[in-house]
């Protein structure tokens, strides 16, 4: 079942188009992972799904609503729905770990009372592996432990699908396939969505059930990670391959 | 960004931190619970030391250069008119201003620029929190809660630096002197020095929120939006001075 679909999608900046005529769906309680080299409009692309980059063309539906990124109604409606994990983790530094994944229920949900809000973010401190780790502020954090807690933040309301940018950036590898092995149980044990940006191959590897290939702002590749050895276009087999551009 | 362009976007961010405020005042959403409290807490500490200490040595140097001239024509007494009306509707409002440009301003620039830098208002955005709103808007709450009281002691402390001058140089006893500013600063003379710092104070909040908001490169733009809101905020405070000047005398 699909949770997004994309038609027709063309991003840019001023007369700058960087994203061309992208036509794709991300699939319910899947990790989708979107893929390319630096440049090639990945994170143009993920700005624009999550509401911080309105499309000069084309549209984007959320569980078959399209989304009228000029209207802040319908902005306020998707960021109610998804959760984004940030490249640097974005906590607020200010705030001890416990109120940074309180901070959306704080937000919106004003009726809770201090009890449910406690519960609802231990539970997800829990998920993480953080639960040790309330008061502490994010720069008494590790890299890894900064991820996981923006993670629990991302899903303490509950989104029907989550953004990452580029997770594994500046982790160490075993910290990075730690968080890919909770990414991976958090689909299969809670059936959440993910939208994975990245360019690393061992992540793909470990995590992805759809991949979508970009090159120069358009679709190279898009499907199952089994799929990919049988794509005839060279530049996917090399990118998979880690060879020389073709 | 060319000045017309920062112009367009000084005016934007006015507009919405104004929007924001009063609509923040009539539905209280919008502004995490107790952060308009601990912004005044941060404000108060941070800035009340020095407001003192500036105001205090202000009072001393302006009464020494004044007392001199004014004994020579036997004209004493007239050194606690010239510090009360002086602080209370000149000196105050500016050097607060300036301190809080320096104190204040500084801060709120770097760190919601660093928080800009680290994709922090993105996620806020991406939260469905308003940055604009849940930042700036306690800010500009605590520092109109802030600056009545950060005159009223730097008011007191500027008078008192004339009281010390006045006895020394010219023996004039506190008392004396005291009865003497009471006599020529109204209450009017104090509204117009209140009002116009408060002017000065929300001048500071918005410019730092404005570098803030604008900054495009990475760390290095922090510093350099740190610096050019203290330069845009002392500039600001004084062409407003300028303005209260044509407008008052």
Known sequence: MEIIRVRGLDVGYGDTVILHGLDFAVLKGRITVIVGESGSGKSTLLKTMIGLLPPLRGEISLAGE?????????LHKLYRRIGVLYQTGALLNSLTL????ALPIRMHHRDWPAEKTAGRVRDMLGRVGLHEHEDKVPFELSGGMRKRAALARAMVLDPDLIFCDEPSAGLDPLTSAGLDELLSELRTAHGVTFVVV?????????????????????????????????SPDPYVQAFFLRKAEP | MQPFAQ?????LLLGDEVYHTFQYLRRRRGVLPGEIFHQLFAMGTRSAPIVCLITFLIGITISLTSAAQLRQFGADIYLADLIGLAMIKELVP????????????????????TMKVMDELDALTTMGIVPVKFLMTPRLIAITLAVPLLVALADSVGIAGGVVVAKIALGTPPPVFLREVLSVVTLSDFLTGLGKTLVFGWAVVIAAGFKAFTIEAGAEGV???????????????IGLDCVFAFALY
């Open chain 1, 198 to 230: 990245t360019h690393e191959l061992r992540s793909i590897a470990r995590i992805a059930d759809q991949v979508l290939v970009l090159r120069d702002g358009a679709i190279r590749f898009i499907g199952r990670i089994e799929d990919v050895p049988a």
């Open chain 2, 223 to 237: 510093g350099k939006a740190t610096t050019e809101a203290v330069v845009l905020s002392i500039s600001l405070i």
């Open chain 1, 66 to 74: 399209r989304i009228d990124f000029g209207s802040e109604r319908d």
């Open chain 2, 7 to 11: 112009i367009k976007a000084f005016s």
């Open chain 2, 94 to 113: 500016l050097m607060v201003g300036i301190m809080l440009a320096g104190k204040i301003g500084a801060s709120i620039t770097a760190e919601i620029g």
């Open chain 1, 98 to 101: 416990f109120e940074n994944i």
